[in-house]
């Protein structure tokens, strides 16, 4: 099994930036593709950020529309951690920001919440006007 813990959400002006942690353990080899979620009040849960985790695209990179150009998400297989750094944030960008996996090999999507097998318990991103 997996788990993951999220950490680095906070409360920040609007402008600012933020750098989310997603530190893994357990059976981190089992997993090809990590990604960042967000769930604001009221809202279904919207993707973010994807990263394949293993070869032969790892390392290959997905974002929605909405955060092109302002977030980064990376990897650090070593530290077996993924990060998402999150530049000129908004107060659209409030939510409870949710690092999740996917152990499934053949699976060629991740946008939706569907794709994934393990969540972490999300990490609170206020951003103020």
């Known amino acids: 099994q997996v788990q993951l813990v999220e950490s680095g959400g906070g409360l920040v002006q609007a402008g600012g930036s933020l750098r989310l942690s997603c530190a893994a353990s357990g059976r981190t080899f089992s997993m090809y593709v990590m990604g960042w979620f967000r769930q604001a009040p009221g809202k279904e849960r919207e993707f973010v950020a994807a990263i394949r985790s293993r070869w032969p695209s790892a390392g290959a990179t997905y974002y929605t529309d909405s955060v092109k150009g302002r977030f980064t998400i990376s990897r650090d297989n070593g530290k077996n951690a993924v990060y998402l750094q999150m530049n000129s944030l908004k107060p659209e960008d409030t939510a409870v920001y949710y690092c999740?996996?996917?152990?499934?090999?053949?699976?060629?999507?991740?946008?939706?919440?569907?794709?994934?097998?393990?969540w972490g318990q999300g990490t609170q991103v206020t951003v103020s006007s």
């Open positions: 999740a996996g996917s152990i499934r090999s053949n699976s060629g999507t991740y946008k939706y919440s569907t794709d994934y097998d393990y």
